[in-house]
């Protein structure tokens, strides 16, 4: 636990009422009258508030929360730290535009990113109002970087819902019918899950693609999560990126990492790649940078943001408040909760390996730091997905007092606040036991 935020008093999960109660019934209703159609809603979670990792909803039930509003709330649930920074920042003013004016908050988080960047040398950063919108960016400044118009992403991977994200994506059909045309010149291949595939097809596919329908001289950048969130939560083996590194340092191609949902600290570094030593040209972040407030950039090498002036720029990107968020959460993570991301992250990895030797159902268990893994397959032998089990063991869990979200074709992925405790862990398995005895019996 985070020495700066006190002590949850330990009375969660509790489920007083059934969930959706009759305060959350009727907030529903209306929500399902008037907001858009598209909205996914995995379960009906009504919130009224949080501390630490623990989330209250309208009806007083309470829950362990494994997926921090998508890997978002890095830093939990009324963090001291950051609450006092966004009431301060608040207090202030609220806004002004970071593109035509100046302010210190602003220049203090670019300076804090661009410093934050593996490898050394001089990085600059470019904030944004959210992950797709600096996938957009990142677009942008490669081709005008590179002159080139070719993009090369991955199968399963996801970087939003806008025309460069979607056209990047390939994880769910979803995303991309009825929107078409997507952005040209943009092809997939196949990402190393060690659990699913080779090293040695992955490398067969690129270069046959190379070979056949692609000049790497055409190719302005590759554009990767160098561990799939969406996906899978899959993490592939360091020689896949080593692979990618050396293929665009050979061919001057941008490497392009989304860190989107692995960075901020997750796997206990700030960001993902340096687990495995392997330097991207530029990172485009978001998530858990703002611990819940709405802040993404892109960090990029000096040599490679070499868009002029005005070329690119945002109304509300790095936005006073949001700024004051993540300088605040990022001194969070480099002084405590990247530490506590290891520590609760090998203590729910193991748990979740002895559960993975009880349930047949559990195929695989993967992760880095708190960014977590579990697929659930049908049979251990054909690692047929079993999705439909994962559906339900999402929804099975809500009821009991534990919030999770699946992603790739079966995998329940575990991305909490980074202030998770023992307890947050220990009786979180135990429910997901619970759910799995129940579900497959």
Not at 271 to 289: L, M, R, S
Not at 377 to 402: C, I, N, W
């Amino acid at each position: 636990m985070a020495k700066t935020l006190a002590p949850v008093k330990v009375d969660y999960p509790r489920i007083v009422t059934a969930p959706p109660g009759p305060k959350a019934k009727a907030i529903i209703a209306k929500d399902k009258e008037f907001s858009s159609p598209s909205y996914i809603k995995e379960y009906p979670l009504v919130i009224a508030g949080g501390k630490g990792a623990m989330v209250e909803d309208v009806d007083g039930n309470r829950y362990i929360d494994w997926m921090a509003g998508i890997a978002v709330n890095s830093t939990g649930y009324q963090h001291p730290v950051v609450t006092k920074a966004v009431v301060e920042a608040a207090q202030k003013y609220l806004h002004i535009c970071g593109t035509d004016f100046y302010y210190q908050g602003f220049s203090d988080l670019c300076e804090a990113l661009a410093k934050s960047a593996p490898g050394g040398g001089k990085w600059r950063t470019f904030l944004s109002n959210s992950g797709t919108e600096a996938i957009e960016g990142a677009v942008k400044l490669a081709r005008h970087h590179t002159k080139r118009h070719a993009l090369v992403s991955f199968h399963s991977s996801f970087h939003g819902r806008s025309y460069a994200g979607m056209s990047l994506s390939s994880s769910k059909v979803k995303y991309r019918k009825g929107f078409g045309p997507m952005l040209p010149e943009i092809y997939h291949l196949p990402f190393h899950n060690p659990y699913r595939n080779t090293l040695a097809d992955c490398v067969a596919a690129a270069n046959d693609l190379f070979a056949t329908k692609l000049d790497p001289s055409e190719i302005a950048a590759v554009v990767m999560e160098p561990l799939q969130g969406e996906g899978g939560y899959v993490l592939p083996s360091k020689e896949f990126l080593e692979f990618w590194r050396k293929f665009c340092t050979d061919n001057g191609v941008l490497l392009v990492f989304d860190e989107v949902q692995s960075g901020a600290g997750r796997t206990g570094k700030m960001w993902a790649c340096e687990n495995y030593g392997v330097v991207p040209d530029v990172i485009v972040t978001a998530k858990g940078i703002g611990a819940g407030m709405p802040i993404g950039a892109i960090i990029a090498k000096e040599s490679v943001m070499t868009w002029p002036r005005g070329s690119h720029g945002s109304t509300y990107g790095g936005n006073p408040v949001a700024c004051a968020a993540a300088l605040a959460a990022i001194g969070l993570i480099k002084t405590e909760l990247a530490g506590n991301a290891v520590k609760m992250g090998e203590r729910l990895l193991a748990g979740m390996k002895k559960l993975q030797a009880k349930h047949d159902c559990i195929g695989d268990v993967r992760g880095l730091g708190l960014f977590v893994g579990v697929e659930l397959v049908s049979d251990r032998k054909t690692k047929e997905p079993a999705g439909q089990l994962m559906a339900d063991l999402e929804q099975l869990a809500f009821t009991k007092g534990l919030l999770l979200l699946g992603c790739g074709k079966s995998t329940i992925r575990v991305a909490p606040p980074l202030v998770l405790t023992e307890h947050d862990v220990d009786k979180g398995l135990e429910i997901f036991d619970a759910c799995l005895m129940e579900l497959t019996a």
